[in-house]
């Protein structure tokens, strides 16, 4: 049986296979060889009392571990995004009734497309009353926190933005619309409701943006009990209003991690009291301010470290909660505050995304919901439409990543080599072979080879690796190259094909300096990924 044929569902990714090079024309018994050496380099390198890796001759072991069933299994929109709710203070200038960005958007679908931010705690309905146009900036971020009005048509256009680029939309409700007790005042959400379900939209919702921050931003205070009061609010609306079935999601904290811990106490009263209103718990996440962020920044393995802290911070709070509830990233970047400029929309900022991704799959995160598609130094897409490396990044995700989380150790306990395990996606196996997907990062500044323990003896006698290395000529650069090819898109908006380095299994695996790689390891036979 040979691998080496189109794609079942003739995606041409795949087609024309044979006219891919091999990474070497080393035979495996010499590629065997090399590793050998570089082993014993290590041995050597031991004896010596050097605890330094000898980056020139890096062997990297990871070990993959044969479950009968998947580590986790992570929504099918695992990989989502957001466009900030500010966005609709100039629709005339958004772009969502554009056939290029729709395109774009399409691209990374499934997923959910999340309306929200700052600008949702000042959003109107169809407003009738005169809003004050007098514009408030907040002394704290620079945003626009001053009073607008969305129509019903421009709601609408966004929604059949949704749609056309098989998103799901989820609308963040206004919560500082309050009576003189501070109770939620519902009226403009019920208005927003009802017009959804009467075009006979499918949503999901939230209520409010980082509602642990409002006396900061907006000199007002709602607290966790209150909104676990307003969000049972909602969702009783919802269920009355025909909404039954749609996701509620909240509180939207932020601050997680910090050391007074505000936004994990947040949510936990929050959780203790929403009467189970919310299907999942959501919370911010950003490594670095925007303003202050440096290239060091972004290949610091100390960064790279902030989010298993800040997960494990927001678990526990969950566990002390009494909640037995999955968690969604629903907003999060490399840099708060619109992003770093030249940074967080370059190659560079790709290896945290990308990290970021393993490692949340890997705790068990439900989704992650980049910011954002479009707007900001942190855009997927730039002001010109043209995609920034992000945007190349998850296109490939989605098509090689499958929400099955398998568990792979590193044995180096090296930091800047990152790598994870999943199944492989289904419209990326070939003659429906089983296969898995090892993606992560190298941020050394030099190459680095690496081996993957047990997996030889699940392999089909034709197994292939398929190996796909993104670089850059530079790390603040906007081009991003797979396998040494800039990647654009077809005249016709399409994606190129994505042509692999492909290897024996016997081959060794080397990661470019300053690299994101996936690798498909094409026959290889695990339980978890044949259920």
């Given amino acids: 049986m040979s691998y080496f044929v189109t794609n079942d569902r003739g995606k041409h990714q795949y087609e024309r296979l044979d006219e891919v090079h091999n990474q070497s024309t080393l035979r495996p018994i010499i590629s065997l060889i090399v590793v050998g050496i570089c082993m014993i380099l290590l041995i050597l390198s031991a004896w010596n009392f050097n605890n330094a890796i000898n980056e020139t001759s890096n062997v990297h072991v990871f070990y993959l571990n044969f479950k009968r069933s998947p580590l986790h299994v992570v929504s099918t929109k695992?990989?989502?995004?957001?466009?900030d709710t500010?966005?609709?203070r100039d629709?005339?200038?958004f772009p969502i009734e554009n056939e290029k960005f729709i395109n774009l958007a399409r691209h990374l679908a499934p997923a959910y497309v999340r309306i929200g931010g700052t600008s949702s705690d000042c959003l109107y309905f169809n407003q009738t009353t005169q809003i004050i146009p007098e514009k408030i900036i907040s002394p704290i971020n620079g945003n626009d926190i001053s009073n607008f009005t969305l129509t019903e048509i421009d709601f609408e256009n966004l929604y059949n933005f949704a749609i056309k680029s098989k998103l799901r939309m989820i609308f963040d409700l206004n919560v500082l619309i309050r009576t003189a007790d501070n109770s939620w005042d519902d009226i403009n959400?019920?208005?927003?409701i009802l017009f959804a379900k009467n075009k006979q939209m499918k949503l999901d919702w939230q209520l409010g943006n980082e509602p642990n921050s409002f006396r900061h931003v907006f000199n007002r205070v709602v607290n966790a009990t209150q909104l676990a009061n307003d969000y049972y609010q909602l969702r009783q609306l919802l269920n009355k209003l025909g909404y039954n079935e749609s996701i509620l999601v909240g509180p939207e904290v932020n601050h997680i991690g910090d050391t007074n811990h505000q936004g994990e106490c947040y949510a936990e009263t929050f959780l203790k009291?929403?009467?189970?209103?919310?299907?999942?718990?959501t919370w911010h996440q950003y490594y670095l301010n925007g303003r202050e962020a440096r290239v060091a920044d972004f290949i610091n393995v100390s960064t790279f470290n902030y989010l298993p802290m800040q997960i494990?911070?927001?678990?526990?709070?969950?566990?002390l909660s009494g909640k037995n509830i999955l968690m969604w990233l629903s907003e999060t970047s490399t840099a708060y505050g619109g992003g770093a400029p030249e940074l967080s929309d370059r190659f560079v900022g790709g290896f945290l995304w990308l990290d970021k991704l393993g490692y949340s799959a890997s705790t068990g995160l439900n989704v992650?919901?980049?910011?954002s598609l479009f707007g900001g130094y942190y855009a997927m897409v730039g002001p010109d439409l043209i995609p920034n490396p992000d945007w190349w990044v998850s296109v490939v995700y989605k098509q090689f990543v499958s929400e099955k989380v398998l568990k792979l150790t590193s044995l180096n306990n090296s930091d800047r080599v990152r790598l994870y395990a999943h199944c492989t996606s289904k419209k990326a196996l070939i003659s429906r072979v089983s296969a898995i997907t090892i993606y992560g990062v190298n941020i050394n500044k030099v190459p680095v080879h690496i081996t993957i323990q047990g997996i030889y003896s699940a392999l089909h006698r034709n197994a292939k690796i398929f190996l796909y290395a993104f670089t850059s000529d530079n790390l603040q650069s906007r081009d991003i190259k797979m396998n040494g090819k800039i990647l654009k898109l077809e005249p016709d908006g399409s994606l190129p094909p994505f042509w692999p380095i492909?290897?024996?299994?016997?081959q060794v695996i080397t990661l470019p300096p300053y690299s994101m790689v996936f690798i498909v390891i094409h026959g290889v036979k695990v339980p978890a990924c044949e259920a």
């Fill in 502 to 506: 492909i290897l024996e299994p016997t």
């Fill in 189 to 192: 959400a019920k208005d927003i």
């Fill in 91 to 93: 629709m005339i200038n």
């Fill in 368 to 371: 992650v919901t980049r910011q």
């Fill in 78 to 83: 695992f990989l989502s995004f957001g466009l």
């Fill in 312 to 319: 494990k911070s927001m678990k526990e709070a969950i566990k």
């Fill in 86 to 88: 500010s966005l609709l």
């Fill in 273 to 281: 009291n929403d009467k189970d209103s919310v299907n999942y718990v």
